[in-house]
Antibody, heavy 119, light 110 residues
């Protein structure tokens, strides 16, 4: 069965970086994009960006340009999302979600990773 | 790109039907049939309920249906059940090649 298993919770200080992983199984990794979506406490969902594991193409939300990098390792079937220069308003649950490359919807989601930014 | 507009809350009694609206623009909902709806229970990851405006993934109850008219998409849940109580989010692909979400709607089953 399809699974996206994310890395554990992180606590970071302002200005630091965090790298969240998302290990995929149960499907052909290079046939599906990986999107990253975050949710601040008590708030709605925010799309962060997308990466195509087949060719490395990616697209980031404008408000995160310059601070976020998404990568994939096809040998281990793991997607990564790195966010730099962390601020307190980056505190959120971060989700990965897979998307068929010929489709426009997120059909399976990881369990989420809580990132807390606090001094 | 602004978020899609959803009502903050809706409510209904068991067995009734409710509809949640999702209003976008001619750059997202109005131009693409790529609207999705997600259900999220507290502390859980979102779950896909509807994709491409009106399609249900395998395993999703046929009590859930979606539609679209102009810049507004809608999710209808018929025969409300207690387990339907959750937050619901719409999303759409946009002409900027990004995705945008609605602010979310809290459904209360009375």
């Amino acid at each position: 069965q399809v699974q996206l298993v994310q890395s554990g919770a992180e606590v970071k200080k302002p200005g630091a970086s965090v790298k969240v992983s998302c290990k995929a199984s149960g499907y052909t990794f290079t046939n599906y994009g990986i999107n990253w979506v975050r949710q601040a406490p008590g708030q709605g969902l925010e799309w962060m960006g997308w990466i195509n594991p087949y060719n490395g193409n990616r697209n980031y939300a404008q408000n995160l340009q310059g601070r976020v990098t998404m990568t994939t390792d096809t040998s281990t079937r793991i997607a990564y999302m790195e966010l730099r220069s962390l601020r307190s308003d980056d505190t959120a649950v971060y989700y990965c979600a897979k998307q068929w490359l010929s489709g426009y919807y997120f059909d399976y989601w990881g369990q989420g990773t809580l990132v807390t930014v606090s001094s | 790109q602004s978020a899609l507009t959803q009502p903050a809350s809706v409510s209904g009694s068991p067995g009734q039907s409710i509809t949640i609206s999702c209003t976008g623009t001619s750059s997202d909902v109005g131009v693409y049939n790529y609207v999705s709806w997600f259900q999220q229970h507290p502390g859980k990851a979102p779950k896909l309920m509807i994709y491409d405006v009106s399609n249900r993934p395998s395993g999703v109850s046929n009590r859930f249906s979606g539609s679209k008219s102009g810049n507004t998409a809608s999710l209808t849940i018929s025969g409300l059940q207690a387990e339907d109580e959750a937050d619901y989010y719409c999303s759409s692909y946009t002409s900027s090649s990004i995705w945008v979400f609605g602010g979310g709607t809290k459904l209360t089953v009375l």
